[in-house]
């Protein structure tokens, strides 16, 4: 599941828009592989502050066994690293040094434990009234992803920094075997796999305490909901509701708060969604964040709630619930229920 993409930046300079062509590239092989895996969360461009720190990861996931780092570099020509760890590339059949991204990583990954160990009584649950386990005893793991045209000199390279260096391309599949992930009836009875899990509700409260952190995120508040974090609450069920499983390109093609005023829809109009920013109606992603239902629009990144008034009585009270692919708008006031993506 995606909980954040990649934050598009008005850049100029080759490096940068380099730099930043690398990350979309990883963001998008990540989405292809895990955007429909409930236990699998992907937060692209992640920037937080704790302890008067700073860090910016690239790509964070967050999965049943615990979080993967992966920091993205675009390096276009010959990279190596000496037994020291000092890396070297070359641009234009000229080498010159730069800093090491496993080092950097290194860094973030140290600074995110501590935020989450610190708050770790907010966001685990309890199991049968015991404390769950924190995050230290959790898998923990970092990668470096580098330009598909990249030339690796992996002869010369330290065996520690090879192992955790791939090209964009190779990256899910490094992901999958790390995360090693089964079907959870295999789990139970796998007694092998001592590794401690998160359970659903854990694993999304993980995630919206993250969104939750994020620096200038593009999450909107709605309603005036106050910016902290917030208990799970779990969708109630609509048994009277009908499921309509979506075509399996519907969030790559899906709809999202509306420009025109609603007064103008008749009650039996389909509300239309659509980017409060720049208007797209037609190019966005449905996400769930700490504010519930909204959409990511895929040309200014941005986002956009899904709750709207009631188009047939214009009440506020109104709720956004979700069928499999299917989104519904509800009204408490008169009832009135129209499925919106």
């Known amino acids: 599941m995606i909980l954040k993409t990649k934050t598009l930046q008005m850049t100029k300079t080759p490096q940068t828009i380099a730099g930043q062509k690398q990350e979309q590239d990883v963001a998008f092989f990540l989405r292809r592989a895990f955007k429909d895996h409930p236990e699998v969360l992907v937060i692209n461009d992640f920037k937080f502050s704790f302890n008067d720190e700073t860090a910016q990861i690239d790509h964070l996931i967050v999965y049943t066994y615990g979080f993967v780092l992966i920091e993205s570099k675009s390096i276009k020509g010959h990279v190596k690293v000496n037994n020291q760890g000092e890396w070297t590339r070359s641009y234009n059949s000229q080498w010159s040094g730069m800093s090491s991204p496993i080092k950097q990583v290194e860094l973030q990954q140290a600074l995110l434990k501590e935020m989450l160990m610190h708050h770790k009584s907010e966001i685990l ?5 015991i404390k769950q386990q924190g995050f230290g005893g ?5 990668l470096c992803a580098v330009s598909s045209n990249a030339v690796i000199d992996r002869k010369t390279m330290p065996k520690d920094v090879s192992d955790k260096l791939f090209k964009t391309e190779f990256l899910v599949d ?28 854990e694993l ?11 620096i200038d995120s593009n ?6 909901a106050p910016a902290q974090l917030k208990q799970i609450q779990p969708i109630p069920k609509r048994p009277e509701l009908k499921s309509a499983l979506a075509p399996t390109n519907h969030l ?20 239309i969604l659509s980017c409060k920013y720049c208007g797209e109606s037609t190019l966005y992603t449905p996400m769930h964040g700490k504010f519930g239902y909204y959409i990511n629009c895929n040309q200014c990144s941005k986002n956009t709630s899904m ?13 956004v619930t979700k069928r499999k692919e299917t989104y519904t708008l ?12």
Not at 138 to 142: G, N
Not at 204 to 214: A, C, E, V, W
């Open 252 to 271: 790559a093609q899906s709809n999202a708060t509306i420009l025109a005023p609603v007064a103008a829809l008749a009650p039996d109009q389909h509300p």
């Open 330 to 341: 509800n009204c408490v006031d008169c009832g009135f229920e129209k499925q919106i993506i």
């Open 307 to 319: 709750k709207q008034p009631c188009p047939q009585c214009q009440s506020k009270n109104t709720k």
């Open 219 to 224: 999450i909107q508040q709605v309603d005036g």
């Open 204 to 214: 999304d409260s993980i995630g919206q305490f993250l969104i939750s952190q994020h």
């Open 125 to 129: 649950s309890k199991l049968l009234g």
């Open 138 to 142: 959790r898998c923990w793991h970092y």
């Open 174 to 201: 490094e992901l999958k075997s790390i995360m090693n992930l089964k079907h959870k009836i295999i789990r139970l009875v796998n007694v092998a796999d001592t590794r401690p899990d998160f359970n659903q509700q």
